[in-house]
């Protein structure tokens, strides 16, 4: 049974994966980090996110197998640059 505290610490947790930080001029989750030190994305390689884009998509047309977790932190990221820096 869980209890009132697991779901408190369940919530944290969730709020800390999905809060952004500033990495260069990049802001990005610690998930999504985590999922490009995977595939050895460095991202404190990256001054901008178009750049980071641009690798992530190159590394999945190069690849043969599904990489559904870089998939979406492509997606993620291209959508938050659509948003927040593209002009409308």
């Known amino acids: 049974m869980i209890n009132e505290e697991d779901i408190l610490d369940m919530n944290i947790v969730a709020t800390e994966k999905s809060f952004l930080k500033k990495y260069n001029n990049i802001y990005i989750t ?5 999922i490009l030190r995977k595939y050895d994305i460095d991202i404190n390689n990256y001054n901008n996110i ?8 190159t590394y999945l047309n ?3 197998n ?5 998939e979406w932190v492509s997606e993620s990221l291209s959508e938050y640059n659509y948003y927040n820096n593209v002009n409308k």
């Open 62 to 64: 190069d690849s043969y």
């Open 66 to 70: 599904d990489l559904d977790d870089l």
């Open 50 to 57: 178009s750049e980071l884009i641009y690798d992530i998509e």
């Open 30 to 34: 610690d998930e999504q980090v985590n």
